[in-house]
């Protein structure tokens, strides 16, 4: 009995040694576990890609003016869809406070693209398939294994099990966070509604 269970231990260690290779540290297992940069920290300064295929910091998006970040799961995903829509229709009343809205996923250009389409979304998303803004928030996580094969589709074979826990962030010019609204129930987010109050409570947008 002993020596089983020194078996599964080295197994699990193993397992465990290969997705932290793989991801540069290991990620946690459930979206309740994450630890995600907090009201008062800055942005983090890594590159995502643009609808043109092109690397950007994402700091530099963030210092055009006062950004309300959208992390979300993927064009797969509903919930993600149905938000992005609907903030998409408040579009208008948020550049009027001083805002941009920023889209972020695993996908890649092609499926964003898609995605602004389908969702007839005017604002920008940014391709992040493997993961290093999301994790540099804080917000990633292991994805169950139902997950992964549609990840690396939607990734062109770049995300290989990480999904972000969908997230709502509101940075400054100075890449300051000053409101999130993080959910790991990813079937719960900040409604369109809320989200112009908060907007207007801020006053961040000079």
Not at 20 to 31: I, R
Not at 82 to 89: E, F, I, M, R, Y
Not at 103 to 117: A, F, N, Q, R, Y
């Amino acid at each position: 009995m002993r020596r089983i269970k020194k078996g599964l231990l080295l197994v699990v260690g193993l397992i465990f040694l290969q997705f932290t290779t793989d991801h540069g540290e290991a990620l946690p297992q459930n979206a309740e576990d994450i630890s995600p940069l907090l009201i008062g920290e800055n942005a983090p300064e890594v590159e995502v890609k643009n609808l043109n295929n092109a690397s950007v910091l994402f700091t530099d998006i963030v210092k055009k003016q006062p950004s309300v970040v959208l992390f979300y799961r993927g064009g797969w995903c509903p919930y993600c869809n149905a938000h992005l829509s609907a903030v998409g229709q408040v579009e208008e009343e948020v550049q009027k406070l001083g805002y941009q809205i920023v889209g972020v996923s695993p996908d890649d250009i092609e499926h964003l693209k898609g995605t602004m389409e389908k969702q007839a979304l005017h604002y920008q998303l940014y391709s992040d398939s493997e993961g290093e803004l999301i994790r540099a928030m804080g917000i990633a996580f292991q994805a169950a294994e139902r997950h992964k094969d549609r990840l690396l589709k939607y990734s062109d074979n770049k995300n290989k099990g990480m999904l972000p826990v969908p997230s709502l962030f509101v940075i400054d010019k100075n890449g300051t966070i000053v409101f999130e609204y993080i959910s790991p129930d990813y079937k719960h987010r900040m409604s369109a509604e809320m989200l112009l109050a908060v907007l207007k409570s801020l006053h961040v947008s000079d």
